[in-house]
Each structure stands twice: as structure tokens, then as C-alpha cells.
């Protein structure tokens, strides 16, 4: 004896006991929070059993000759989107919960970015602060060096010209001194002189007598004279010898300036570097000051997507 089942009945009881059941845990589970990404994906699903069940419901259809499959297959049909529904939520679930990690992370992240930005910054405006005090105060010192420059380059050339000076008193001392000594040789051949017309005028007796006082005046004459000649000679050897260490003395003086005028122009060659270093070092601070402010604002930015997206991010409590 054969049966006949009609398909269109049981397809009917196929939706209708499936269907209250998938509001059901559409409900439960989702339908309290209809923002959540995991209620877009509960409404897909109930589509696609919605598809599912047309399309079994078309087989059955074609299932007259075969009631026993038919009633196998209207079970499995019910039962197979409870299935995919509770484990795509669950999928779901799982990945917003490691999604709501992220976010928390990356909020915490970009709050402590933005806080190092904020120090760096601050750190950077510190730093260009100091920098730019320094550049001051050896443009200061620069300015001040080549001052001491020129004036030691002038005292330099002044103390040249006194030695140039003495230089030529010292010639003209040194003349003196060899007519000094002329006129002590001429004393002496004149107190020669003096001395044999005393003797002449010895031999000539009571003739003589006259001739023998003059020569004597003479002779006394070239002795002072001698003897007033040396007494200077003596003293414009002194002044030539004073002149000698006077000149020596010059001459340390005048290298003293010249290595206090080289010291001098390095330390303003490396005041100028040092100068030039400071205003690059202004500058980098500022554009790392610029890149810091800019970095702050770009964390607060990413840190209030975060939190707006973490707003959208929360789930029903029924999952609890």
C-alpha cells in the first residue's frame, strides 16, 4: 500500500516551527541592540534561511515519490539555520570582543602618545629656549672678541712703531758713542801733543818759559776733556744697553699680542660656529617642536575615533 505525502504540508510545517524558533534567538540575542554589527549579521542569516527554505521547500515539491526523504529532510532544513545563526553570532561575538581589545589598546596607545608628544613638545620649546640664549649670548661674546681684536691689533702696531722708535734712538746713540770715543783718542793725542811741547819748551830755557804754560793749559784742557768724554761715554753705553732691553722687552710685548691677537680670532672664528650650531639647533628644535604639536593633535584625533568607535562597538548584555 503506498503513501502520499504532500509536500506543500510539510514545507508549510517546515516554516512554521522553524520560524518562531529563529525570531526567537533573533530576539535573544540580538534584536535588544539593533546597532551592533552582530544584528546586521542576524539579519543577513534570516535571509539566507529564508532563501534556504524556499529552495527546500521547491525540492520537496519535487519529492512526491519520496515522502521518507521528505519528512528526513524537513527536520535537517529546520535544524541547519538555528546551526549556521549560532555559530556566526558566536563568531561574531568573538571577533568584536578582540575588536574591543584593539580599540582599547590602541586608545590607551595614542593617550600615551599624545602625552609624550605634549613632552617632547614642551621639552623641545625648553631646549629651543636654551638655544637660542646661547646663540645670544656668543653672538655677545663673538661681538666682543673682535673688539678685543682691533684693539690689540692697534696696540700691536703701536708698540711696533715705539719699537721702531727705539730702534733708531739706539743707532743714533751708537753714533754718539764713536764720536765719544773720537774725541777721547783726540784728547789723548792732544794730552801727547801738550806733553812734548812741555818738553820742547824746557830745552828752550828762559825763551821756552811762555810756550811750556800754554802746552800745559793745553794739557790740562785735553785731560778734562778726556775725562768728561768718558764719563758720557760711559752713561750713552748704559742708555745703549737700557735701549737693548727695552727693545727685547718690545719685542715679547709685541709677541704676546700677536699670539693674544691669533687666540683672539679663533675664539671669535669658534664663537661663530658655535653661533651658527646654536641657530641650526633653534631651528631643528622648532620644526621638532612643529612635528610635535602636530604628532599631539593627530592622538587626540586617533583617540576620539577610537572612542567614537568604541560607542558603536558595544553589544547587547544578553550574550552575557
Known amino acids: 500500500m503506498q503513501f502520499y505525502v504532500d509536500t506543500n504540508l510539510i ?8 520560524s518562531p524558533v529563529e525570531l ?7 534584536g535588544r541592540n539593533y ?3 552582530e544584528f546586521k549579521v542576524a539579519v543577513g542569516q534570516i535571509l539566507v534561511t529564508t532563501v ?5 521547500t521547491w525540492s520537496l515539491g519535487t519529492m512526491k515519490g519520496d515522502p521518507i526523504g521528505a519528512i528526513i529532510a524537513s527536520p535537517l532544513v529546520a535544524v541547519l539555520p538555528i546551526v549556521v545563526i549560532y555559530f556566526v553570532v558566536k563568531m561574531v561575538r568573538n571577533n568584536r570582543l578582540a575588536l574591543e581589545k584593539i580599540v582599547n589598546s590602541s586608545k590607551d596607545v595614542s593617550i600615551n602618545i599624545a602625552n609624550m608628544a605634549t613632552e617632547l613638545s614642551t621639552s623641545a620649546s625648553e ?3 636654551s638655544a637660542e640664549e646661547i646663540a645670544s649670548t656668543t653672538q655677545e661674546v663673538s661681538v666682543g672678541t673682535m673688539e678685543q681684536v682691533d684693539k690689540l691689533k692697534k696696540l700691536n702696531t703701536f708698540s711696533n712703531e715705539i719699537k721702531e722708535k727705539i730702534y733708531d734712538i739706539k743707532a743714533s746713540s751708537n753714533q754718539i ?7 777721547i783718542n783726540l784728547s789723548d793725542q792732544t794730552n801727547l801733543l801738550a806733553l812734548n811741547a812741555s818738553i820742547e819748551a824746557g830745552r828752550a830755557g828762559e825763551y821756552g818759559r811762555g810756550f811750556a804754560v800754554v802746552a800745559d793749559e ?5 785731560e778734562e776733556s778726556k775725562s768728561a768724554v768718558a764719563g758720557s761715554n760711559n752713561e750713552i753705553v748704559e742708555i745703549i744697553r737700557k735701549i737693548e732691553n727695552s727693545v727685547n722687552l718690545i719685542s715679547s710685548i709685541s709677541d704676546d699680542i700677536n699670539e693674544a691677537v691669533n687666540l683672539a680670532s679663533e675664539t671669535s672664528s669658534a664663537m661663530e660656529e658655535i653661533n651658527s650650531s646654536a641657530e641650526e639647533q633653534t631651528a631643528s628644535m622648532e620644526e621638532i617642536s ?10 587626540e584625533q586617533l583617540k576620539t575615533n577610537l572612542t567614537s568607535n568604541k560607542s558603536t562597538l558595544k553589544v547587547s548584555r544578553a550574550l552575557k
Open 11 to 18: 514545507s508549510y510545517l517546515v516554516m512554521a516551527i522553524t
Open 24 to 30: 526567537f534567538i533573533f530576539y535573544y540575542f540580538l
Open 35 to 37: 546597532r551592533n554589527v
Open 52 to 56: 534556504l527554505v524556499v529552495g527546500v
Open 127 to 129: 631646549v629651543n629656549s
Open 177 to 183: 758713542s764713536k764720536i765719544m770715543k773720537i774725541i
Open 218 to 222: 793745553v794739557r790740562k784742557l785735553a
Open 290 to 299: 612643529a612635528t610635535s604639536v602636530r604628532l599631539g593633535e593627530l592622538a
